[in-house]
């Protein structure tokens, strides 16, 4: 089994710490659950804590007894290995607190198990996921004594007349993390500092020379009318955070780096579009998903630029030329394919060609069982890496941190519910639900599965359109949590996380999602960056319009030859200037809606214009398009919009106007 790379670095500091004994051979299951502790607020030790040239034993010990908890992760694997044995011994004779989490059904050793007969022991083989998930932070926050927000919603947060908690204290500290963020605080301090020094020097040398007094009064007035100035071009500075985001999440697909060192250790590749015919729905399927896939393995692969795939498009039309679109979008290679099924039989035939000169370094064809597919994707990929000179064994560890699923009809209802995710109307959403959750059904632990479930339910409940729409809320949040846990290193499976927390809400946790991922990774999103575009949203929805902007500017120029990335690049700009209370704006951006969600945007913008008239006409028309639809839905919903409540009763009242003239 390939090693994978530690996913965060082991916890260095004075506060209580969790010290994690498993398997290495567990790592591909271990891993995602460091990162969710991490991400709940705990702080993880684990063994990248052994620093390159330090004695392993005398490193362990000395963690060991510093833990305030030990976590042990039983396996088989964990059972057999001497070291995690060892590791547990050493805890109980230093009376470090343990607990054992099974991942499966293992028969412990007679010495082992007498040993943890008085421990707490999780089978989390034999318990829900939620269940699971609240047990095991319980017990660590009260080893800790740290409590902890649980990472599920909390069920007041349902009820639309608190769905958020304190948004104007939120408000506030989002306002407070922007100055310390454009360091704001730490210039006017450092001004502060360098005046008062001045005043002293300037006093001193006025009594030796004696000088006037006025000149001790001029030097303080230029300090006081020169600390509003240093505050007003501090804050126009870009926070380095969103300066590093901006130059490396998404690079600018227009603009080539022809660096000598970029060139030779960052090659970049297009991955077109796999062709198929147009007359198969699941050929065509099944092509799309194999360029979605290979696109976010390769992204993932270190040392290897990958142009987004939304840059490219969707599809090549038999007049397109390949490897022009990839030299206009930047790329140095062209990946391009087609694909074949008949039955059960797939074949797949790709090649890689220099952009430049049409020089083809590398091609392949498979004629393998439809099941065969993501091994398939694995060997293009591999062919893709080993011929830029890369090592084979990246694609490995890359694989290894995004497990595929168990079954290839999951992964096909999958992609057939993706495919029409943005179609937003009830009958397409139901399908797509039911879609999502047969494939959850097939196999439990596909990230992308629980995903698109999320976001599927929580669209159903924003247009109102769900049975039960506090149950599917709730659903959606268990959901979109669990996908972040499976696929903590997929881009694809977070950003279901962040649509599904903006969508009902939380855009708070949208944002800490997505930057929790960034610092693992600044790139994470290069690969998809609909992530970047819907967290924009979130930041414009949580009180921090300038880093939403800049997102979505981000966004927006990855779609320089796709009109459908470019029309929702309007929309989600749309939701961003409505959370700003641009409403002129807003709503001209959501001009032929794609949804009625996007629809009633549109409607409370142009009330609130004062565009009565034109608000009223846009509302017929969606009532044309569904005759059920729920104004007092809605009137609700927009309540939730904003952390800031007052931006919320904005937005809501408007709808309660337009009920007073209909």
């Given at each position: 089994?390939?090693?994978?790379?530690?996913?965060?670095?082991?916890?260095?500091?004075?506060?209580?710490?969790?010290?994690?004994?498993?398997?290495?051979?567990?790592?591909?299951?271990?891993?995602?659950?460091?990162?969710?502790?991490?991400?709940?607020?705990?702080?993880?030790?684990?063994?990248?804590?052994?620093?390159?040239?330090?004695?392993?034993?005398?490193?362990?010990?000395?963690?060991?007894?510093?833990?305030?908890?030990?976590?042990?992760?039983?396996?088989?694997?964990?059972?057999?290995?001497?070291?995690?044995?060892?590791?547990?011994?050493?805890?109980?004779?230093?009376?470090?607190?343990?607990?054992?989490?099974?991942?499966?059904?293992?028969?412990?050793?007679?010495?082992?198990?007498?040993?943890?007969?008085?421990?707490?022991?999780?089978?989390?083989?034999?318990?829900?996921?939620?269940?699971?998930?609240?047990?095991?932070?319980?017990?660590?926050?009260?080893?800790?004594?740290?409590?902890?927000?649980?990472?599920?919603?909390?069920?007041?947060?349902?009820?639309?007349?608190?769905?958020?908690?304190?948004?104007?204290?939120?408000?506030?500290?989002?306002?407070?993390?922007?100055?310390?963020?454009?360091?704001?605080?730490?210039?006017?301090?450092?001004y502060l500092s360098a005046a008062w020094i001045l005043l002293q020097v300037a006093a001193l040398i006025g009594d030796a020379l004696s000088l006037p007094d006025w000149v001790d009064q001029v030097?303080?007035?230029?300090?006081?009318?020169?600390?509003?100035?240093?505050?007003?071009?501090?804050?126009?500075?870009?926070?380095?955070?969103?300066?590093?985001?901006?130059?490396?999440?998404?690079?600018?697909?227009?603009?080539?780096?022809?660096?000598?060192?970029?060139?030779?250790?960052?090659?970049?590749?297009?991955?077109?579009?796999?062709?198929?015919?147009?007359?198969?729905?699941?050929?065509?399927?099944?092509?799309?998903?194999?360029?979605?896939?290979?696109?976010?393995?390769?992204?993932?692969?270190?040392?290897?630029?990958?142009?987004?795939?939304?840059?490219?498009?969707?599809?090549?039309?038999?007049?397109?030329?390949?490897?022009?679109?990839?030299?206009?979008?930047?790329?140095?290679?062209?990946?391009?394919?087609?694909?074949?099924?008949?039955?059960?039989?797939?074949?797949?035939?790709?090649?890689?060609?220099?952009?430049?000169?049409?020089?083809?370094?590398?091609?392949?064809?498979?004629?393998?069982?439809?099941?065969?597919?993501?091994?398939?994707?694995?060997?293009?990929?591999?062919?893709?890496?080993?011929?830029?000179?890369g090592i084979i064994n990246r694609v490995e560890a890359a694989r290894a941190l995004r497990k595929p699923p168990d079954n290839l009809q999951a992964w096909e209802l999958v992609r057939r519910a993706?495919?029409?995710?943005?179609?937003?109307?009830?009958e397409t959403l139901n399908q797509c639900l039911l879609d999502a959750r047969r494939a959850m059904e097939l196999d439990p632990n596909y990230d992308i599965a629980h995903s698109v479930t999320a976001?599927?339910?929580?669209?159903?409940?924003?247009?109102?359109?769900?049975?039960?729409?506090?149950?599917?809320?709730?659903?959606?949040?268990?959901?979109?949590?669990?996908?972040?846990?499976?696929?903590?290193?997929?881009?694809?499976?977070?950003?279901?996380?962040?649509?599904?927390?903006?969508?009902?809400?939380?855009?708070?946790?949208?944002?800490?999602?997505?930057?929790?991922?960034?610092?693992?990774?600044?790139?994470?999103?290069?690969?998809?960056?609909?992530?970047?575009?819907?967290?924009?949203?979130?930041?414009?929805?949580?009180?921090?319009?300038?880093?939403?902007?800049?997102?979505?500017?981000?966004?927006?120029?990855?779609?320089?030859?796709?009109?459908?990335?470019?029309?929702?690049?309007?929309?989600?700009?749309?939701?961003?200037?409505?959370?700003?209370?641009?409403?002129?704006?807003?709503?001209?951006?959501?001009?032929?809606?794609?949804?009625?969600?996007?629809?009633?945007?549109?409607?409370?913008?142009?009330?609130?214009?004062?565009?009565?008239?034109?608000?009223?006409?846009?509302?017929?028309?969606?009532?044309?398009?569904?005759?059920?639809?729920?104004?007092?839905?809605?009137?609700?919903?927009?309540?939730?919009?904003?952390?800031?409540?007052?931006?919320?009763?904005?937005?809501?009242?408007?709808?309660?106007?337009?009920?007073?003239?209909?």
């Open positions: 089994m390939a090693e994978m790379d530690h996913p965060f670095s082991a916890y260095k500091g004075d506060k209580p710490y969790v010290f994690v004994s498993y398997a290495h051979r567990d790592s591909s299951a271990v891993f995602p659950e460091l990162v969710w502790l991490k991400d709940s607020g705990f702080n993880i030790w684990y063994d990248e804590g052994i620093e390159a040239g330090t004695e392993w034993t005398a490193s362990l010990a000395r963690a060991i007894k510093g833990a305030k908890l030990f976590l042990y992760f039983v396996s088989p694997n964990s059972v057999r290995s001497l070291n995690c044995r060892n590791e547990v011994s050493f805890a109980l004779e230093h009376n470090v607190q343990v607990i054992a989490v099974h991942l499966e059904r293992t028969e412990l050793p007679d010495g082992l198990s007498l040993s943890l007969s008085t421990r707490q022991a999780i089978l989390k083989h034999e318990t829900s996921q939620h269940e699971y998930s609240e047990k095991l932070k319980s017990r660590i926050s009260a080893y800790l004594d740290q409590p902890v927000e649980s990472t599920a919603i909390r069920e007041e947060s349902f009820t639309p007349s608190n769905a958020t908690n304190e948004p104007a204290m939120l408000h506030k500290e989002g306002f407070l993390r922007q100055l310390w963020r454009r360091r704001v605080i730490q210039y006017s301090a450092m030097i303080l007035a230029v300090s006081v009318i020169g600390l509003p100035l240093v505050l007003f071009f501090t804050w126009l500075r870009k926070s380095p955070a969103i300066q590093d985001s901006a130059s490396t999440v998404a690079p600018d697909p227009g603009v080539k780096d022809t660096s000598p060192d970029s060139l030779s250790s960052l090659p970049s590749v297009v991955v077109l579009p796999f062709r198929a015919r147009e007359s198969d729905e699941l050929e065509m399927l099944t092509a799309e998903g194999l360029t979605d896939d290979i696109t976010t393995l390769l992204a993932s692969v270190k040392g290897i630029k990958i142009v987004p795939r939304q840059a490219v498009g969707r599809k090549l039309t038999a007049d397109d030329d390949a490897l022009q679109i990839a030299r206009r979008l930047g790329g140095r290679y062209g990946l391009t394919g087609s694909i074949r099924r008949h039955g059960d039989k797939l074949r797949v035939s790709t090649e890689l060609a220099d952009v430049n000169n049409n020089e083809q370094m590398w091609s392949r064809k498979f004629d393998r069982q439809t099941d065969d597919i993501f091994a398939i994707q694995d060997e293009i990929a591999k062919g893709v890496v080993g011929t830029l000179g993706m495919s029409v995710t943005w179609d937003w109307r009830p976001w599927s339910l929580a669209w159903r409940s924003a247009h109102g359109w769900s049975p039960d729409i506090e149950a599917e809320r709730y659903e959606a949040l268990l959901e979109a949590d669990e996908g972040i846990r499976l696929g903590f290193d997929n881009a694809e499976a977070l950003y279901g996380g962040i649509i599904t927390n903006w969508a009902l809400g939380q855009p708070e946790r949208a944002i800490q999602i997505y930057e929790s991922a960034i610092a693992r990774r600044p790139d994470f999103f290069t690969a998809y960056p609909f992530a970047i575009g819907s967290v924009g949203v979130a930041y414009a929805k949580a009180g921090r319009p300038e880093e939403g902007f800049e997102h979505l500017k981000i966004y927006e120029d990855n779609f320089p030859d796709d009109q459908e990335g470019a029309a929702w690049a309007r929309v989600l700009k749309g939701h961003a200037e409505l959370a700003c209370r641009n409403y002129a704006e807003a709503a001209k951006l959501h001009a032929n809606p794609p949804s009625e969600y996007n629809g009633m945007c549109r409607v409370v913008a142009l009330m609130n214009s004062n565009e009565v008239d034109e608000a009223k006409a846009e509302f017929d028309r969606l009532r044309r398009a569904n005759p059920g639809i729920k104004l007092d839905h809605y009137v609700e919903h927009f309540k939730t919009y904003h952390v800031d409540k007052s931006v919320g009763e904005e937005l809501s009242n408007a709808l309660v106007r337009l009920q007073e003239v209909l």
